[in-house]
């Protein structure tokens, strides 16, 4: 699971929200293009599952009382199941009931944003303003490898399953009166800063979204699929690393033997019902 908060898609999120709501708009877009009888992706949230895009812009961009025109007025929330993550959603509820899991889950992780601010006036995803939007695929860009290389072009769809949703988190609370930053580093060093825009710890909140999924639809998670591992190998120092690679071993280890297992079981359920054919057999033989 990835989850990535940013300024926005577009690098700007100080005026309006007009021209991100606009490309996120990008695969509704292409169906009216192609004249498809596929249903529109809506904007959704924890009231709504059928929210038009000017409502969104509307919203977020009325939700800014006293902000100067310098300060963020909003801010994008990215959350990108893995490959295996969207094959289990899909196997376990179709793909239509992956799509609307995906999106109650969203809603979820909005209520772990919402408490990790640490904030006695913002308890959950009723006390934040916010929309989702479910993406079905993902497109090349000018950065990636391939289309430098020459072996994708710009705007052609990705491979693989790339399901994923967007969030436009406005920076105030729902009431308009509280000043929200998850892009706020203090952790309680600045405890002035910290009291205005709330403590925001972005690692407890990947952790978070990570167990919230788990629970929800009991998913068997390997240490390599998890945040901390990740994580470990990316910032840890060297004993860091080494135990978290010690861990692994011993996963695959278990693994192992559990398969092991697991055919000793087979193979003797096998012999079991061989030797019974073989008795039956016999004993139509005798008659």
Known sequence: MHINISKSETGNNKDSSGQLVNYLEKENKLLYE???????????NQESQQIQPYQVRYDIDQNTDRLSKDEAKFFLVN???????????????????????????????MDEYARN????QVQGNNDILYFGKLENHRYYTHKDEEVKQGLAKRGEQKPGEQMH????VSRKDMTDSIRLSPLNNSRGRNATHSLKVGQFDRVAFKQAAERTFDQAFDYDRELKETFIYSNTLKHGDYG???EIKKLEKQEQEQKRQEKQELKRELKLQEEIEQSRKQSRGLTQGRW
């Open 34 to 44: 192609q004249n498809s009888q596929l249903e529109p992706e809506y904007w959704f």
């Open 240 to 242: 860091q690393r080494l």
């Open 117 to 120: 601010f640490k904030k006695d």
């Open 79 to 109: 959350i990108s199941p893995s490959e295996n993550e969207l094959l289990f959603l899909k196997e376990e509820f179709g793909e239509d009931g992956a799509k609307q899991q995906l999106k109650q889950y969203a809603n979820q992780v």
């Open 165 to 168: 949703i967007q969030i436009i």
